[in-house]
Each structure stands twice: as C-alpha cells, then as structure tokens.
C-alpha cells in the first residue's frame, strides 16, 4: 500500500555535506510521521530525526541536533534530510520511515521502511 524509496547517500569526507530524500507513494498513504533511522554493521537501528506531515512539530536524535534538518514537501509526499558537519560515526545504513502515530520516534511505531540508502564518511 505504502512504498518508501531513498536517495541522496554516498561517499563524503569529513566535515562535508549530504542531503538525503526520500518518496513516499501509494494508492493511500494515512501516515502522519515520517522519521529517518540509522544502522552501522553490528549496531542497533537507531532513531534520527521526525516531522509531522504538518510541520507543526519536528525532533532530533541528540548526536545530530544543530547539524541535521528535516524537512518534507506535502505536495509531493516527500521528506527529505540535509546533514551537514558530517563526522566518520554519521556512517550507516539510513533508512526513511512512515508511521501512523504523530510523535512516533521508536523504530515499532514506524509501519512502513524504505530499502535504505548508504552513507559513509570518510576521515
């Protein structure tokens, strides 16, 4: 019903930027956050940050906050991430997300996945 597709990720030095997007689509799409997770080898996937198809309301993952924005486009049904100040340990598997909850910031809340897209940053 819901289909997620990222793009945007890619090899980066230290200190540069990314900015990743990610297109939502399907016959109904009734998700009202849309969240972006991360994974390294071995690691937990862990949150990053999440907006509210409004706009009204947005949070950050603590080891981000000053250096990621989230942002989505309603009329396009897209959201997108710009990272900047990039640091080696930003390297993971990102994965954008869906979720029927409004202030959804665990993974379980999150009912929809893209395939992930990877970024790494090099030192």
């Known amino acids: 019903q819901v289909q997620l597709e990222e793009s945007g990720g890619g090899l980066v030095q230290a200190g540069g930027s990314l900015r990743l997007s990610c297109a939502a689509s399907g016959r109904t799409f009734a998700g009202n956050t849309m969240g972006w997770f991360r994974q390294a080898p071995g690691k937990e996937r862990v949150f990053v940050a999440a907006?509210?198809?409004?706009?009204?309301?947005?949070i950050y993952a603590d080891s981000v906050k000053g250096r990621f924005t989230i942002s989505t486009d309603n009329a396009k049904n897209t959201v997108a991430l710009q990272m900047n100040s990039l640091k080696p340990e930003d390297t993971a598997v990102y994965y954008c997300?869906?979720?029927?909850?409004?202030?959804?910031?665990?993974?379980?809340?999150?009912?929809?996945w893209g395939q992930g897209t990877q970024v790494t940053v090099s030192s």
């Open positions: 997300s869906a979720s029927d909850s409004y202030y959804a910031t665990k993974p379980y809340e999150y009912q929809y």
């Open positions: 907006i509210k198809w409004s706009g009204t309301w947005s």
